[in-house]
Protein backbone atom coordinates (compact mmCIF):
# COMPACT_ATOMS: atom_id res chain seq x y z
CA UNK A 1 0.00 0.00 0.00
CA UNK A 2 1.42 3.58 -0.95
CA UNK A 3 -0.13 4.69 2.95
CA UNK A 4 2.28 2.57 4.76
CA UNK A 5 5.32 3.37 2.28
CA UNK A 6 4.54 7.34 2.56
CA UNK A 7 3.82 6.93 6.39
CA UNK A 8 7.14 5.47 6.49
CA UNK A 9 8.73 7.85 4.50
CA UNK A 10 7.26 10.59 6.43
CA UNK A 11 9.07 9.59 9.48
CA UNK A 12 12.05 10.05 7.81
CA UNK A 13 11.47 13.61 7.84
CA UNK A 14 13.11 13.13 11.25
CA UNK A 15 15.13 10.63 11.11
CA UNK A 16 16.83 9.68 7.86
CA UNK A 17 19.93 12.08 6.77
CA UNK A 18 19.25 12.92 2.95
CA UNK A 19 15.93 14.14 3.34
CA UNK A 20 14.65 17.46 4.44
CA UNK A 21 15.05 18.87 7.77
CA UNK A 22 12.10 20.44 9.42
CA UNK A 23 13.15 23.51 9.49
CA UNK A 24 14.23 22.96 5.54
CA UNK A 25 10.84 21.68 4.97
CA UNK A 26 8.81 24.66 6.40
CA UNK A 27 11.07 26.90 4.32
CA UNK A 28 10.04 25.12 1.27
CA UNK A 29 6.57 25.05 2.15
CA UNK A 30 6.70 29.08 2.53
CA UNK A 31 5.79 30.81 -0.02
CA UNK A 32 2.64 32.21 -1.42
CA UNK A 33 3.36 30.61 -5.12
CA UNK A 34 4.39 27.16 -3.46
CA UNK A 35 1.03 26.90 -1.19
CA UNK A 36 -1.36 27.83 -4.22
CA UNK A 37 0.62 25.18 -6.23
CA UNK A 38 -0.63 22.77 -3.20
CA UNK A 39 -4.25 24.01 -3.23
CA UNK A 40 -4.24 23.28 -7.12
CA UNK A 41 -3.01 19.83 -6.73
CA UNK A 42 -5.61 19.53 -3.91
CA UNK A 43 -8.66 20.90 -5.87
CA UNK A 44 -7.41 18.53 -8.65
CA UNK A 45 -7.99 16.05 -7.04
CA UNK A 46 -6.09 13.78 -9.11
CA UNK A 47 -2.61 13.61 -10.52
CA UNK A 48 -2.47 16.66 -12.36
CA UNK A 49 -0.43 17.70 -15.46
CA UNK A 50 1.96 20.39 -15.66
CA UNK A 51 0.36 22.29 -17.89
CA UNK A 52 -3.19 21.79 -15.77
CA UNK A 53 -1.26 22.68 -12.54
CA UNK A 54 -0.33 26.21 -14.06
CA UNK A 55 -3.41 27.20 -15.21
CA UNK A 56 -5.45 26.58 -12.37
CA UNK A 57 -2.30 28.23 -10.07
CA UNK A 58 -3.09 31.01 -13.08
CA UNK A 59 0.67 31.72 -13.58
CA UNK A 60 1.85 32.66 -17.02
CA UNK A 61 5.80 32.26 -16.72
CA UNK A 62 6.14 29.18 -17.04
CA UNK A 63 10.04 28.78 -15.96
CA UNK A 64 8.90 30.35 -13.15
CA UNK A 65 6.14 27.75 -12.52
CA UNK A 66 8.50 25.15 -12.73
CA UNK A 67 11.00 26.74 -10.41
CA UNK A 68 8.79 26.73 -7.87
CA UNK A 69 7.24 23.23 -8.52
CA UNK A 70 10.81 21.60 -8.87
CA UNK A 71 11.49 22.42 -4.89
CA UNK A 72 8.40 20.54 -3.77
CA UNK A 73 8.83 17.50 -5.90
CA UNK A 74 10.86 15.02 -3.32
CA UNK A 75 9.04 15.93 -0.17
CA UNK A 76 5.58 17.12 -1.08
CA UNK A 77 4.87 16.38 -4.70
CA UNK A 78 5.88 13.62 -6.52
CA UNK A 79 5.97 13.44 -10.18
CA UNK A 80 4.24 9.92 -12.19
CA UNK A 81 3.71 9.00 -15.77
CA UNK A 82 0.05 10.37 -15.10
CA UNK A 83 1.28 13.77 -13.84
CA UNK A 84 1.97 15.15 -10.05
CA UNK A 85 0.46 14.17 -7.27
CA UNK A 86 0.80 14.62 -3.59
CA UNK A 87 3.40 13.21 -0.67
CA UNK A 88 1.83 12.79 2.44
CA UNK A 89 3.84 15.69 3.52
CA UNK A 90 1.87 17.68 0.99
CA UNK A 91 -1.18 16.73 1.83
CA UNK A 92 -0.37 17.33 5.62
CA UNK A 93 0.68 21.45 4.61
CA UNK A 94 -2.72 21.66 2.81
CA UNK A 95 -4.67 20.06 5.57
CA UNK A 96 -3.31 21.91 7.87
CA UNK A 97 -3.92 24.92 5.91
CA UNK A 98 -7.38 24.34 5.56
CA UNK A 99 -8.29 23.09 9.08
CA UNK A 100 -7.94 27.10 9.50
CA UNK A 101 -5.50 26.57 12.33
CA UNK A 102 -2.27 28.00 10.62
CA UNK A 103 -3.85 31.60 10.20
CA UNK A 104 -7.36 31.99 11.53
CA UNK A 105 -8.56 32.39 14.91
CA UNK A 106 -12.78 33.13 14.78
CA UNK A 107 -14.93 33.45 18.09
CA UNK A 108 -18.51 32.65 18.30
CA UNK A 109 -20.55 34.82 20.85
CA UNK A 110 -22.57 32.35 22.75
CA UNK A 111 -25.73 30.96 21.60
CA UNK A 112 -28.70 29.00 22.78
CA UNK A 113 -28.12 24.65 22.67
CA UNK A 114 -30.24 21.69 23.03
CA UNK A 115 -30.18 20.51 26.45
CA UNK A 116 -30.06 21.83 30.39
CA UNK A 117 -27.64 21.92 33.16
CA UNK A 118 -27.47 18.65 35.05
CA UNK A 119 -26.70 21.40 38.28
CA UNK A 120 -29.23 23.54 38.02
CA UNK A 121 -31.71 23.01 35.22
CA UNK A 122 -31.28 25.95 32.93
CA UNK A 123 -30.83 26.36 29.28
CA UNK A 124 -27.38 25.28 27.71
CA UNK A 125 -25.28 27.94 24.98
CA UNK A 126 -22.11 26.92 23.26
CA UNK A 127 -19.42 29.32 22.34
CA UNK A 128 -16.13 29.31 20.21
CA UNK A 129 -13.06 30.41 21.42
CA UNK A 130 -9.28 29.48 21.26
CA UNK A 131 -10.28 26.63 18.48
CA UNK A 132 -12.51 25.39 21.37
CA UNK A 133 -16.16 24.76 21.39
CA UNK A 134 -17.28 25.29 25.33
CA UNK A 135 -21.12 24.07 25.92
CA UNK A 136 -21.96 25.11 29.35
CA UNK A 137 -24.67 26.93 31.96
CA UNK A 138 -24.85 30.14 31.39
CA UNK A 139 -26.77 30.39 34.68
CA UNK A 140 -24.42 28.65 37.16
CA UNK A 141 -21.61 28.15 34.91
CA UNK A 142 -21.03 24.32 34.95
CA UNK A 143 -19.12 23.47 31.68
CA UNK A 144 -20.78 20.77 29.88
CA UNK A 145 -18.12 19.84 27.51
CA UNK A 146 -14.80 21.63 26.24
CA UNK A 147 -13.09 20.08 22.98
CA UNK A 148 -11.18 21.21 20.34
CA UNK A 149 -12.92 22.26 16.85
CA UNK A 150 -10.11 23.36 14.32
CA UNK A 151 -11.58 27.09 12.87
CA UNK A 152 -11.79 24.93 9.35
CA UNK A 153 -15.42 23.31 10.85
CA UNK A 154 -16.57 26.35 10.92
CA UNK A 155 -16.58 27.48 7.68
CA UNK A 156 -19.51 26.78 5.49
CA UNK A 157 -21.50 25.95 8.40
CA UNK A 158 -24.04 27.39 10.16
CA UNK A 159 -23.45 27.34 13.96
CA UNK A 160 -25.72 24.28 14.70
CA UNK A 161 -24.19 22.86 11.72
CA UNK A 162 -20.57 23.39 13.08
CA UNK A 163 -22.44 22.22 16.41
CA UNK A 164 -23.42 19.18 15.14
CA UNK A 165 -19.73 18.24 13.63
CA UNK A 166 -18.19 19.40 17.09
CA UNK A 167 -20.35 16.48 18.28
CA UNK A 168 -19.86 13.75 16.02
CA UNK A 169 -16.00 14.79 16.03
CA UNK A 170 -15.47 14.86 20.21
CA UNK A 171 -16.88 11.44 20.37
CA UNK A 172 -14.64 10.44 17.60
CA UNK A 173 -11.63 11.56 19.10
CA UNK A 174 -12.41 10.34 22.54
CA UNK A 175 -13.03 6.96 20.87
CA UNK A 176 -10.06 6.62 19.28
CA UNK A 177 -8.42 7.94 21.83
CA UNK A 178 -9.54 5.73 23.96
CA UNK A 179 -8.33 2.77 21.58
CA UNK A 180 -4.67 4.12 21.86
CA UNK A 181 -4.57 6.11 18.57
CA UNK A 182 -3.59 9.38 19.03
CA UNK A 183 -6.09 11.56 16.62
CA UNK A 184 -3.05 14.45 15.80
CA UNK A 185 -0.69 11.81 14.80
CA UNK A 186 -1.21 8.19 15.04
CA UNK A 187 0.90 7.51 17.69
CA UNK A 188 -0.01 5.12 20.39
CA UNK A 189 -1.96 6.90 22.90
CA UNK A 190 -1.87 6.01 26.83
CA UNK A 191 -4.97 5.94 28.88
CA UNK A 192 -5.24 7.75 32.29
CA UNK A 193 -7.98 7.34 34.56
CA UNK A 194 -7.13 9.81 38.09
CA UNK A 195 -8.86 11.71 40.72
CA UNK A 196 -9.72 15.04 39.26
CA UNK A 197 -8.19 18.32 41.25
CA UNK A 198 -10.45 20.29 42.89
CA UNK A 199 -12.54 22.81 40.62
CA UNK A 200 -11.57 20.07 37.62
CA UNK A 201 -12.50 22.56 34.76
CA UNK A 202 -14.92 20.38 33.42
CA UNK A 203 -16.40 19.59 36.85
CA UNK A 204 -15.58 16.04 36.88
CA UNK A 205 -14.43 13.90 40.19
CA UNK A 206 -12.71 11.01 37.74
CA UNK A 207 -11.34 12.19 35.13
CA UNK A 208 -9.77 10.39 31.67
CA UNK A 209 -6.72 11.65 30.65
CA UNK A 210 -5.21 10.33 27.18
CA UNK A 211 -1.30 11.30 26.37
CA UNK A 212 0.29 10.55 23.12
CA UNK A 213 4.06 9.06 23.71
CA UNK A 214 4.97 10.76 20.38
CA UNK A 215 3.21 14.23 20.02
CA UNK A 216 2.66 14.96 23.08
CA UNK A 217 -1.32 15.67 22.50
CA UNK A 218 -3.44 15.60 25.45
CA UNK A 219 -6.98 15.48 26.03
CA UNK A 220 -9.30 14.67 28.94
CA UNK A 221 -12.84 13.54 29.01
CA UNK A 222 -15.20 12.00 31.41
CA UNK A 223 -16.06 7.98 31.64
CA UNK A 224 -18.93 8.24 30.27
CA UNK A 225 -17.94 9.70 27.02
CA UNK A 226 -15.72 6.66 25.69
CA UNK A 227 -19.16 4.68 26.41
CA UNK A 228 -20.64 6.43 22.85
CA UNK A 229 -19.21 3.96 20.77
CA UNK A 230 -19.73 0.85 22.96
CA UNK A 231 -21.99 -1.42 21.02
CA UNK A 232 -23.97 -2.82 24.60
CA UNK A 233 -24.63 1.63 25.06
CA UNK A 234 -25.78 2.05 21.39
CA UNK A 235 -27.79 -1.36 20.92
CA UNK A 236 -29.67 0.12 24.89
CA UNK A 237 -30.53 3.54 23.61
CA UNK A 238 -31.80 1.44 20.11
CA UNK A 239 -33.92 -1.20 22.21
CA UNK A 240 -35.67 2.28 23.69
CA UNK A 241 -36.04 4.01 20.62
CA UNK A 242 -33.14 6.52 20.20
CA UNK A 243 -30.08 6.31 17.69
CA UNK A 244 -27.69 7.62 20.15
CA UNK A 245 -25.49 8.98 17.12
CA UNK A 246 -28.10 12.00 16.97
CA UNK A 247 -27.97 12.57 20.51
CA UNK A 248 -25.40 15.53 21.52
CA UNK A 249 -23.60 14.03 24.09
CA UNK A 250 -23.67 16.94 26.31
CA UNK A 251 -27.36 16.43 26.70
CA UNK A 252 -26.23 13.18 28.36
CA UNK A 253 -25.88 13.30 31.66
CA UNK A 254 -23.93 9.62 31.92
CA UNK A 255 -21.25 11.85 30.12
CA UNK A 256 -21.12 15.52 31.94
CA UNK A 257 -21.22 14.45 35.48
CA UNK A 258 -19.56 11.62 37.18
CA UNK A 259 -22.71 11.75 39.15
CA UNK A 260 -23.19 8.48 36.96
CA UNK A 261 -19.84 7.18 37.54
CA UNK A 262 -18.94 4.75 40.34
CA UNK A 263 -15.51 3.62 41.48
CA UNK A 264 -15.38 0.31 42.10
CA UNK A 265 -11.53 -0.23 42.82
CA UNK A 266 -8.82 1.71 42.23
CA UNK A 267 -6.23 -0.63 41.86
CA UNK A 268 -6.69 -1.70 39.44
CA UNK A 269 -8.85 0.77 38.47
CA UNK A 270 -12.78 -0.32 38.23
CA UNK A 271 -15.12 2.28 36.96
CA UNK A 272 -18.83 1.77 36.82
CA UNK A 273 -21.09 3.96 35.09
CA UNK A 274 -25.08 3.78 35.60
CA UNK A 275 -27.03 4.39 32.26
CA UNK A 276 -30.84 4.97 32.93
CA UNK A 277 -33.72 5.26 30.10
CA UNK A 278 -37.19 4.77 30.23
CA UNK A 279 -37.50 2.24 33.52
CA UNK A 280 -34.27 0.40 32.45
CA UNK A 281 -30.83 1.27 33.29
CA UNK A 282 -27.73 -0.23 31.97
CA UNK A 283 -24.78 -0.70 34.41
CA UNK A 284 -21.47 -0.85 31.89
CA UNK A 285 -17.74 -1.98 33.84
CA UNK A 286 -14.74 -0.45 32.93
CA UNK A 287 -10.78 -1.22 33.44
CA UNK A 288 -8.16 1.48 33.43
CA UNK A 289 -7.93 1.72 29.73
CA UNK A 290 -11.48 2.16 29.83
CA UNK A 291 -12.49 -0.91 27.87
CA UNK A 292 -15.62 -2.13 28.78
CA UNK A 293 -15.16 -5.74 31.12
CA UNK A 294 -19.22 -6.31 31.70
CA UNK A 295 -22.04 -4.91 31.45
CA UNK A 296 -26.02 -5.74 33.36
CA UNK A 297 -29.12 -4.31 32.45
CA UNK A 298 -31.54 -4.19 35.61
CA UNK A 299 -35.12 -3.07 35.43
CA UNK A 300 -35.35 0.44 37.44
CA UNK A 301 -39.33 0.02 38.17
CA UNK A 302 -39.82 3.91 37.08
CA UNK A 303 -41.09 4.10 33.33
CA UNK A 304 -40.78 7.58 31.44
CA UNK A 305 -38.31 9.18 33.60
CA UNK A 306 -35.86 9.30 30.77
CA UNK A 307 -32.39 9.59 32.16
CA UNK A 308 -33.46 11.50 34.85
CA UNK A 309 -30.47 11.72 37.26
CA UNK A 310 -32.33 10.77 40.41
CA UNK A 311 -33.74 7.54 38.78
CA UNK A 312 -29.99 6.71 38.03
CA UNK A 313 -28.80 7.69 41.51
CA UNK A 314 -30.98 5.18 42.94
CA UNK A 315 -29.74 2.63 40.29
CA UNK A 316 -26.31 3.49 41.57
CA UNK A 317 -27.39 2.88 45.27
CA UNK A 318 -28.93 -0.24 44.57
CA UNK A 319 -25.03 -1.53 42.60
CA UNK A 320 -23.78 -0.48 45.65
CA UNK A 321 -24.46 -3.35 47.44
CA UNK A 322 -22.14 -5.41 45.37
CA UNK A 323 -18.99 -3.06 46.33
CA UNK A 324 -17.93 0.42 47.60
CA UNK A 325 -20.22 3.21 47.10
CA UNK A 326 -20.45 4.29 43.73
CA UNK A 327 -21.90 7.75 45.45
CA UNK A 328 -19.13 8.80 46.71
CA UNK A 329 -17.30 10.35 43.44
CA UNK A 330 -21.28 11.51 42.59
CA UNK A 331 -21.34 13.72 45.90
CA UNK A 332 -18.00 15.29 45.49
CA UNK A 333 -18.71 16.17 42.61
CA UNK A 334 -21.93 17.68 42.78
CA UNK A 335 -19.93 20.00 45.12
CA UNK A 336 -16.96 20.79 42.90
CA UNK A 337 -20.02 21.30 40.42
CA UNK A 338 -22.00 23.77 42.25
CA UNK A 339 -19.41 25.82 43.24
CA UNK A 340 -17.44 26.08 40.15
CA UNK A 341 -17.89 29.51 38.66
CA UNK A 342 -17.94 30.81 35.33
ZN1 LIG B 1 -26.44 25.52 35.59
ZN1 LIG C 1 0.22 12.20 18.78
Redo the contacts with the bound molecule.
Sequence with gaps: MSDAREAGEEESILACEECLSPAEAFAVVGNETRLRILEALWRADRPAAFSDLRRRVGMRDSAQFNYHLDKLVGQFVRKTEDGYEFRQAGRAVIRSVLAGTLNQSPELDPFPVEGA?V??G?GLQARYEDEHFHIE?P??G?PHGVYPFPPGGLEDRTREEALDAFNQRARHLSCLSKDGVCPECNGRMETHVRYAAEGDAMGLDVRVDYECARCNLTTSSSTGLALLDDAEVVSFYRDHGVDLNDVPFWTLDWCVTDEHTGVESEDPWRLRVTIALDGEALIATLDGDLAVVGTERRSTGEAGTDGDPQDARGVGEAGGTEGPDPATASETVTDGGGTEGP
Design positions: CDCSCACR
